[in-house]
């Protein structure tokens, strides 16, 4: 009943299955790896957002490069900004997603002449035309605490971004604490502040950015159980189709039978 298995139809068939579920077995694993990733994330932003204020100059130094386990951080500065040496980064969303501006960069000479911390303190608008720098609210003037989260450098490679040069004066394209210290000729500590606070607060700001999300796990768990139920419906399908096939062969001869009965 069964010989028809050992056509080349079959044989595409039964090959086709045997690869399509160590695949599908495979990407449902990888959807689930990519739910554990961002489980991990957000257990490793709450932490680092509910942790005590730490000074930022207690965890950086020049040229220190911030280690995953410390992103988002809460960290505090004191000192004064320096806006002779304030710079804007091109090509960055709005806290709400719709329209593309600039972060404003000041860097904040520390109080306890450590260096300076750069701090993001937040999104503008873009200018008029892409060569002219944005309107910048001022920051406050004398000295200033910050309160903030700590960001790691970031790097054109990382972003995707090319150093390409040729940008107005004081725009550009990342925040990277070793090229503040080579525009500015002073020392930079590693990494940079994300504003969310200070004292005393500014009145005209740019626009603060909200602190990252981390309670949203993702459609990545869903996906993998959809990958793998997808699995066991694969060999369901072959037998489903097998026997369908086989009485379809099996009516056949009968068929045959009664039309030799009735001719006769």
């Not at 500065?77 to 329209?99: F, I, L, N």
């Not at 040729?166 to 930079?188: C, H, K, T, W």
């Amino acid at each position: 009943m069964y010989r028809f298995m050992l056509s080349a139809r079959w044989a595409v068939i039964v090959l086709l299955a045997l690869v399509l579920i160590p695949t599908m077995i495979r990407l449902g694993f990888w959807q689930y790896h990519r739910h554990e990733a961002r489980v991990a994330r957000n257990d490793l932003v709450a932490r680092n957002l509910g942790s005590p204020p730490v000074a930022f100059d207690s965890l950086s130094s020049p040229g220190w490069s911030v280690p995953g386990d410390q992103v988002w951080r809460t960290v505090t500065a004191q000192g004064h900004y320096d806006t002779a040496h304030e710079v804007v980064v091109r090509g960055r969303t709005e806290p709400g997603g719709s329209s593309i501006g600039y972060f404003v960069i000041t860097p904040l000479v520390l109080a306890d002449g450590k260096g300076s911390v750069l701090v993001n303190r937040g999104w503008v608008e873009s200018a008029a035309d892409a060569a002219s720098l944005p309107a910048v609210p001022a920051p406050p003037a004398g000295d200033v605490t910050v309160t903030g989260r700590l960001r790691a450098d970031e790097t054109y490679a990382a972003l995707g971004a090319k150093n390409r040069g040729g940008l107005p004066d004081r725009m550009y394209r990342v925040i990277n604490s070793a090229e503040q210290a080579r525009f500015s000729g002073s020392q930079v500590l590693g990494g940079y502040l994300e504003l969310a606070s200070s004292q005393p607060a500014a009145g005209a700001a740019p626009t603060l950015l909200a602190e990252p999300g981390h309670s949203d796990i993702g459609p990545h768990m869903a996906y993998a159980i959809q990958w793998w139920l997808f699995t066991t419906l694969i060999p369901v399908g072959v037998v489903v189709l097998a026997r369908r096939e086989a009485k379809q062969h099996a009516a056949r001869p009968a068929e045959a039978g009664e039309l030799v009965g009735a001719t006769g």
